[in-house]
């Protein structure tokens, strides 16, 4: 493939960028092997203005690469114009550099970009060389490599929530089914505020967004102390966090211990008498406790999880059995599904 002509697909097409691998976006350059002649190697460079780098294999174990600029500079032109002649005879392994790095496919696009800073300045334009299995598997120019990191941004600074800033649906997907295709044990947490609705007719909307951000606020300050958890924004007033398995508990005691610090802010006057006054469903007065916290995990440690889709359904069922029992309480509720399949 002629690199002037790749292009980054959008989402609806082969992959989307939103995939973490480097692997995505590599091109299929095909590589010299390595007793292949010099003259071969000029004539690819040649016959390709846009080849910027050629990997070298043996066995299609990459061993070297030959890149286009100082080839040619160096090997074809040498010191006084005559390289060619004096390396005509000769086979690409013993002309050939030491790539500088070389990446694995499943490295993500971001830690490919830290390690191309690693690299000297001599070197930091150079097309990355993809390995999957430790085998050859293609190339990856830096400015493709940007280009997708850029899109990819876009795309998740668009699909973040516009209340809260927290990743929203799409991202939420992407990561759980990352997680599920790798084989990882995970807890996932679903949180919703309890009688969010009367709340919001009772003090106004604007009081209602301000609940929701602060919410937002907790689960993003919890995030940076306990790195190792996903934390996204559903919409509205859920949200779901993806953590380590063994560890949701732990968080959702954290986050609820900050929320019910807030109380009195969400409440002024009728925090002190510990309820509220606000029409239902049916529109029939009712009195509401103050705002609570229905947390409701799920672990793929006990029962398998295959999709998105399925850990949806499994935890719809669990998100009513926690609502029951919050409704009971009429306080948080930290609910666990202990099943198994």
């Excluded at 029409?279 to 916290?293: A, G, I, Q, V």
Aim: net charge neutral.
């Amino acid at each position: 493939m002629n690199a002037c002509n790749l292009k980054i697909k959008d989402c609806s097409t082969e992959y989307s960028i939103l995939d973490l691998s480097i692997g995505n976006i590599a091109i299929k350059i095909e590589p010299l092997i390595k007793n292949s002649n010099i003259t071969e190697a000029f004539l690819r460079f040649m016959k390709d203005e846009n080849l910027s780098l050629i990997p070298v294999v043996d066995n299609n174990i990459v061993i070297g690469q030959l890149q286009r600029n100082r080839f040619l500079e160096n090997t074809v032109l040498g010191r006084f114009g005559y390289g060619i002649h004096l390396n005509a005879k000769k086979c690409v392994q013993q002309i050939m550099e030491e790539p500088k790095i070389i990446i694995d496919y499943t490295t993500t696009m971001e830690e490919a970009s830290i390690k191309i800073q690693q690299r000297g300045i001599k070197y930091i334009y150079d097309d990355l060389i993809i390995t999957k299995d430790n085998q050859y598997y293609g190339i990856v120019p830096v400015n493709i490599l940007l280009e997708a990191i850029a899109q990819r941004s876009l795309i998740i600074a668009k699909d973040s929530n516009p209340l809260t800033g927290l990743p929203g649906n799409w991202a939420i997907q992407r990561e759980i089914e990352r997680n599920i295709k790798c084989g990882c044990i995970f807890d996932v947490c679903y949180i919703d505020i309890n009688h969010f609705k009367p709340y919001n007719d009772y003090y106004g909307f604007e009081k209602g967004d301000r609940v929701i951000a602060s919410l937002g606020k907790i689960l993003y300050e919890i995030n940076h102390y306990i790195p190792d958890i996903f934390i996204g924004h559903i919409g509205g007033d859920d949200f779901i966090v993806l953590t380590q398995t063994g560890q949701a508990k732990i968080v959702c005691e954290q986050i609820i211990k900050k929320f019910e610090e807030l109380l009195p802010y969400f409440h002024g006057d009728d925090f002190i008498k510990g309820y509220y006054i606000s029409k239902n469903r049916k529109e029939e007065e009712e009195k509401f406790s103050l705002l609570s916290l229905t947390c409701a995990i799920v672990s793929n440690k006990s029962r398998k999880i295959t999709s998105f889709a399925h850990l949806a359904s499994i935890a719809s069922e669990v998100k009513a059995e926690a609502k029951k029992k919050s409704r009971l309480n009429k306080n948080s509720v930290i609910f666990i599904d202990r099943r198994n399949d």
